[in-house]
T-cell receptor, first 114, second 112 residues
């Protein structure tokens, strides 16, 4: 069964460093999302992406964040200069064309900023 | 702004008993999802509820939706240990780009 994959599973970085989190959505999906979950808290929407551009972003998604679909299969989230408060699980999700518009989530990347 | 609230935040269950988790949301939505999350893991989709009065059941879990009250419930029948997890509801508004707005989660611990 097709699934969303994410790499790495765990990323440790120093404050101020740039990180790139990678996602491979399900191949025929068209809409892509990033969500964040700080440990023990709820899942928060960061950004949605369709047709090679951002369709919506939350207040969390400030100028330090960017997304890209560089090659038609990968979907990346870049954080330019990480802060301690960026430590969280980051989930990628994608939507296909089924009637329920259900989002399929990847396994997540745990980002730890020291 | 859409707000989604779940209660309780934590539920300690005894095996064999029945419990309900509540999910309230503040504006008209197009669909509502229930997810299960095990510690350190991703989100597993349990149910999607599309219309008023919708009821879905899978094993010991049953979800329902009352769009007039803006309320969904997740009912657990005869709880068993392997239902221990955190359960999230999430609401979608199509006009808001299909993004999911999550509730705060209900952490369920089923004790023998």
């Amino acid at each position: 069964e097709p699934e969303v994959t994410q790499t790495p599973s765990h990323q440790v970085t120093q404050m101020g460093q740039e990180v790139i989190l990678r996602c491979v959505p399900i191949s025929n999906h068209l809409y892509f999302y990033w969500y964040r979950q700080i440990l023990g808290q709820k899942v928060e929407f960061l950004v949605s992406f369709y047709n090679n551009e951002i369709s919506e972003k939350s207040e969390i998604f400030d100028d330090q964040f960017s997304v890209e679909r560089p090659d038609g299969s990968n979907f990346t989230l870049k954080i330019r200069s990480t802060k301690l408060e960026d430590s969280a699980m980051y989930f990628c999700a994608s939507i296909g064309t089924s009637g329920s518009n259900e989002q399929f989530f990847g396994p997540g990347t745990r980002l730890t900023v020291l | 702004e859409l707000k989604v609230e779940q209660n309780p935040l934590f539920l300690s269950m005894q095996e064999g008993k029945n419990y309900t988790i509540y999910c309230n949301y503040s504006t008209t939505s197009d669909r509502l999802y229930w997810y299960r999350q095990d510690p350190g893991k991703s989100l597993e989709s349990l149910f999607v509820l599309l219309s008023n009065g919708a009821v879905k059941q899978e094993g010991r879990l049953m979800a329902s939706l009352d769009t007039k009250a803006r309320l969904s419930t997740l009912h657990i029948t005869a709880a068993v240990h392997d239902l221990s997890a955190t359960y999230f509801c999430a609401v979608v508004i199509k006009a808001a780009g299909n993004k999911l707005t999550f509730g705060g989660g209900t952490r369920v611990l089923v004790k023998p």
